[in-house]
């Protein structure tokens, strides 16, 4: 099937991956000339257009000539490299999309890794050789060194180099030559990545990569037909190659192939094609479909394990089930394993005779993306600070190791090696990069808690900062989360502004006058190391008796209100997140303030 090409597009995190799929969308014809279409026209989920980065795969196709190229544009995040990982077993190359200034990134390692193990071949795409501080032939040096540090074949390591920018729409095949189209994009993917493999007479086998859901038709299986016809209507097997789902049958009730950026209804399918069914009720990612009668599941690809876990319970604040629509057990139960079918890198354990469910997955984005999707589908929680996976091996207990690459100013280089040798890092490499500094340092994963937000204000805002799970090392010894104590409320009511102002004096405020509060509820930092309560629901006394000057409005420093990552990362040990679609509370795991000093006493 020379008429056939299944690509990924993979790369670091904001290096133009879904920047480069328009242009390729727009140049292969998907869009009328006097079209309007929105930038990152793949990034169609409302977080993913917010935030600017891409969350979950997904399908396209173009018509290059006689030539139909599938496109899978994957995340660029390290949290979520469950989405890539399976993704690659849906294509036959990549493209891999490297950033002309900032160079390969940990994530281009662990992606570009995964797709050397499968034996796909590679075509390297330098992306933005329009920024002012591109370096591109530095670049160049470093993704070959990439390669040959990853074990590429002699066939990987040939790999051809494009020069792009996505952003114009312009691709070359060399530095020195100015673009004007994506035409040799298009045809160094038809010469150099092969077709698909295309055995129609061998029995049926398909293996479902991806899962979607339709209100209309339930789950829909997207995958690549590694062998055999599909037809519509079709009675067909689904089984599960670790034997742990029973083998059962269905009926490919829809099939679909990708056009442009949707779906059509087509009534065959051939061995090498992307292609989504629906009619499977219980299909998982994961599940190999094959013929009636016939049960030879495909081996799945083994996913990372996840390196954290939070706590997800029902909101037992004095607020709750105000703002909420979905506050059960049952309703947050329903939803973390809903969302565990098309996650396959999240992990959820009920907790035995309680409200609370253990959720694992591979960071904290991993974690607020999921968070921010409930509370928006109005679900009302709670969750604990993020918590690291530890392994017993050899008796010894290890902990979760990360490569942590940051990018900052000069002038930042020596607060930052202070706070992550803080935070147990070790620096393995120190690189100048123009006036810039990339340092690359190894350091446990439960060292980065809370650390982005403190980036940031060491860096003035220049830094970038991002990291990679590694391995799993020998425990590192104690590092402390935060040497601040907390303002906590000592009583119910809406803050006022005099009682706030009387508060503002022993630490930073979160809140604005008039938020409504509950003993035990968090309202701000302290400028201690210990907690110290407070009553911002203080109101001045009425009489008739004033000194001078205190008829004068109280003035209040504005107060510092926390996104979803802030208060995650804030969060300590004995606090949790109430979350409801309104608020975001920062509370003491137990509210009381009599029975919290006898815990601490007890050393609970």
Do not use: W
């Not at 599940?287 to 799945?300: E, K, V």
């Amino acid at each position: 099937m020379n008429t056939l090409r299944n690509i990924a597009i993979i790369a670091h995190v904001d290096h133009g991956k879904t920047t480069l799929v328009d242009a390729m969308l727009r140049q292969g014809g998907v869009f009328r000339e006097n079209q309007t279409v929105n930038e990152r026209v793949m990034d169609s989920n409302d977080l993913e257009r917010e935030r600017g980065i891409t969350i979950l795969a997904k399908n396209a196709a173009i018509q290059y000539g006689d030539c139909k190229i599938n496109i899978v544009d994957t995340p660029g995040h390290a949290d979520f490299g469950g989405e890539v990982e399976r993704i690659l077993k849906m294509v036959d190359g990549v493209l891999l999309v490297v950033d002309a200034a900032e160079g390969p990134m940990p994530q281009t390692r662990f992606v570009l890794s995964r797709a050397l193990e499968m034996g796909h071949r590679v075509i390297v795409v330098v992306n933005k050789i329009d920024r002012p501080d591109q370096r591109i032939y530095e670049v160049i040096d470093e993704v070959l060194e990439l390669l040959l540090d990853l074990n590429a074949t002699d066939d990987q390591l040939d790999s051809p180099m494009l020069f792009c920018s996505a952003r114009q729409g312009v691709c070359s095949m060399s530095p020195e030559v100015e673009g004007t189209d994506l035409a040799p994009l298009f045809e160094t993917i038809m010469t150099y990545i092969p077709a698909p493999a295309q055995d129609v007479d061998a029995p049926l086998q398909m293996l479902v990569s991806s899962i979607d859901y339709n209100e209309y038709v339930g789950r829909i299986a997207i995958g690549k037909i590694e062998r055999g016809t599909l037809r519509q209507n079709q009675e067909i097997t689904v089984c599960d190659y670790h034997g742990e789902r029973p083998v059962r049958s269905a009926k490919a009730v829809n099939l679909y192939e990708y056009d442009g950026m949707g779906r059509k209804d087509i009534a065959v399918a051939e061995a090498g094609s992307i292609v989504a069914l629906s009619g499977i009720g219980d299909v998982s990612i994961g599940d190999t479909i094959c013929g009636a009668g016939d049960a030879s599941p495909l081996p799945f690809v083994k996913i990372s394990e996840p390196t954290m876990e939070m706590t997800f319970s029902v909101n037992d604040s004095p607020f709750a089930g105000r703002e909420g629509k979905f506050v059960t057990t049952r309703n947050i139960r329903d939803r973390l394993f809903r969302e565990t079918l098309k996650d396959v890198s999240l992990r959820v354990t009920p907790v035995d005779n309680s409200d609370n469910f253990l959720v694992a997955g591979r960071g904290e984005m991993h974690f607020s993306i999921l968070i921010e999707t409930m509370r928006r589908e109005g679900y009302e929680f709670q969750v604990s600070p993020p918590r690291v996976l530890y392994k017993e091996i050899d008796g010894q207990r290890h902990e979760p190791l990360e490569q942590v690459v940051v990018d900052v100013p000069e002038s930042a280089v020596g607060s930052v090696m202070e706070k992550l040798g803080s935070r147990k890092g070790e620096i393995v490499e120190m690189v100048p990069v123009g006036n810039r500094m990339k340092l690359i340092f190894l350091a446990p994963s439960r060292g980065l808690f809370g650390y982005r937000g403190e980036f940031l204000s060491d860096t003035r805002g220049e830094g970038i900062m991002s990291s990679v799970f590694v391995e799993y090392t020998p425990f590192k010894g104690e590092i402390s989360r935060r040497t601040a104590g907390v303002l906590v409320v000592h009583e119910a009511g809406d803050a006022t502004p005099y009682g706030l102002f009387g508060a503002q004096d022993r630490g930073s405020l979160f809140i604005p006058p008039g938020t409504a509060v509950y003993g035990g509820m968090v309202v701000g930092q302290a400028n201690k190391s210990e907690d110290v309560t407070v009553n911002v629901c203080k109101k001045k006394q009425l009489t008739n008796i004033r000194a001078s000057g205190s008829d004068d409005a109280p003035r209040l420093t504005p107060p510092r209100i926390f996104s979803l990552e802030q208060c995650i990362e804030f969060l300590g040990d004995d606090e949790l997140l109430e979350v409801t679609p309104e608020s975001l509370r920062l509370r003491k795991r137990i509210l009381d303030h009599g029975l919290r000093l006898r815990a601490a006493k007890k050393g609970i």
